[in-house]
């Protein structure tokens, strides 16, 4: 029970993290850049986007080494 739960939740991770990081960045880069200005959007952009990839990788399902 305990493992088909935690296999539901990595098959959901790896389903939502390309949604979450495709939503986060045009959501939070724009509102940066409107309230503090276009240096901590060019910031934010780099660390959303370091973010996004580290997790796409950390998430991804590779194929086993037999």
Do not use: C, D, N, Y
């Not at 724009?30 to 996004?52: D, E, F, N």
Request: hydrophobic share 60%.
């Amino acid at each position: 029970m305990v493992l088909k739960r935690a296999g539901s939740l990595k098959r959901a991770t790896v389903a939502l993290t390309p949604l979450a990081g495709a939503l986060a960045f045009p959501l939070i880069v724009p509102v940066v850049l409107m309230r503090v200005g276009l240096p901590a959007a060019m910031l934010s952009a780099v660390l959303i986007g370091t973010a996004w990839f580290v997790l796409m990788l950390r998430t991804a399902e590779m194929p086993g080494h037999h």
